[in-house]
Nanobody, 116 residues
Framework: QVQLVESGGGLVQPGGSLRLSCAASGFTFSRYTMRWYRQAPGKERELVAGIIGPGSSTNYKDSVKGRFTISRDNAKNTVYLQMNSLKPDDTGVYYC?????????WGQGTAVTVSS
């Protein structure tokens, strides 16, 4: 059974930093691309960043390039999202995602609020 558990969200002032973690289980983690999505209040869920399984290739939403870094530790079955220079527009619930054998799997999400 695939499980994804996010943590690390919270309230932070503009310009601050947070590191999100997603602990995965129930599948061969190292083989799969992992992604972070976010959903702001009243908006649709959007892709923020992704990291390929076997390698280290990454991709980012344009508005977070240079501020966010996605990484993974295959020994710990964990994917991270380091978020720096946070802006109020980064506020939302952040979800970890894995697309496995034709199905999307999601964690419960972790809330990030950027506000002074």
């Amino acid at each position: 059974q695939v499980q994804l558990v996010e943590s690390g969200g919270g309230l932070v002032q503009p310009g601050g930093s947070l590191r999100l973690s997603c602990a995965a289980s129930g599948f061969t983690f190292s083989r799969y691309t992992m992604r972070w999505y976010r959903q702001a209040p009243g908006k649709e869920r959007e892709l923020v960043a992704g990291i390929i399984g076997p390698g280290s290739s990454t991709n980012y939403k344009d508005s977070v390039k240079g501020r966010f870094t996605i990484s993974r530790d295959n020994a710990k079955n964990t994917v991270y999202l380091q978020m720096n220079s946070l802006k109020p527009d980064d506020t939302g619930v952040y979800y970890c995602n894995a697309f496995i054998l034709g199905s999307d799997h999601w964690g419960q999400g972790t809330a990030v609020t950027v506000s002074s």
